[in-house]
């Protein structure tokens, strides 16, 4: 069974910094593509960025130059490095794992997300 | 970039009527369109990928057509368990796109 599960969501002020964790279990973690998704408080989906097993990344553009994302394939784990925070970064972050469809394929598996609050 | 516009934003519907939402893209995107259902408090869920195949252990009820710039997701005969939140998204190789999302609600 697939597990994603979202850990690091906090309270932190604008200009902060904040590192999500998310441990994946249940599947070959490094020869998946994963994504982050979020959603801010009563407002729709976002997505954030990706990282290709291999390492490349993409960004969303209101994220780009503030968040690095990586993934440690010898503990199974994706990471989201958020620097320079803003208050409209206020959501819960959803890690998810690409579906293996081909190419392209959408996001199939969710975790159960983690609430980062950007607020003084 | 493209823009993903769904509507209604909101439906009112009552169990056993088939309802439709719609889903417009601001450019051709052959058929790379998902579905996803959420309810409040949780996750999305993988209802229809590639625009018209149904993920695994999706109910039947619920079916997707379109390509190009016009999608639809279309739900046959409401269950309880449907009245939920609607996304849309375009997907490639390096991005994604959702639509704003469509709530369905009980009439």
């Known amino acids: 069974e697939v597990q994603l599960v979202e850990s690091g969501g906090d309270l932190v002020k604008p200009g902060g910094s904040l590192r999500l964790s998310c441990a994946a279990s249940?599947?070959?973690?490094?020869?998946?593509?994963m994504d982050w998704v979020r959603q801010a408080p009563g407002r729709g989906l976002e997505w954030v960025g990706r990282?290709?097993?291999?390492?490349?990344?993409e960004y969303a553009a209101p994220v780009k130059d503030r968040f690095i994302i990586s993934r440690d394939d010898l503990r199974n784990t994706l990471f989201l490095q958020m620097n320079s925070l803003k208050p409209e970064d206020t959501a819960v972050y959803y890690c998810?794992?690409?579906?293996?469809?081909?190419?392209?394929?959408?996001?199939?598996?969710w975790g159960q997300g983690t609430l980062a609050t950007v607020s003084s | 970039d493209i823009q993903m516009t769904q509507s209604p934003s909101i439906l009112s519907a009552s169990v056993g009527d088939r309802v439709t939402i719609t889903c417009r893209a601001s450019?051709?995107?052959?058929?790379?369109l998902a579905w996803y259902q959420q309810k409040p408090g949780k996750a999305p869920k993988l209802l229809i990928y590639?625009?018209?195949t149904l993920e695994s252990g999706v109910p039947s009820r619920f079916s997707g057509s379109g390509s190009g710039t016009e999608f639809t997701l279309t739900i046959s005969s409401l269950q309880p368990d449907d009245f939920a939140t609607y996304y849309c998204?375009?997907?490639?190789?390096?991005?994604?796109?959702f639509g704003q999302g469509t709530r369905l609600e009980i009439k």
């Open positions: 998204q375009h997907y490639t190789t390096s991005s994604i796109t």
């Open positions: 450019q051709n995107i052959n058929t790379w």
């Open positions: 590639k625009a018209s």
């Open positions: 249940g599947f070959s973690f490094s020869g998946v593509w």
């Open positions: 990282i290709r097993n291999g390492g490349t990344t």
């Open positions: 998810t794992t690409v579906a293996s469809y081909g190419f392209p394929s959408p996001i199939d598996y």
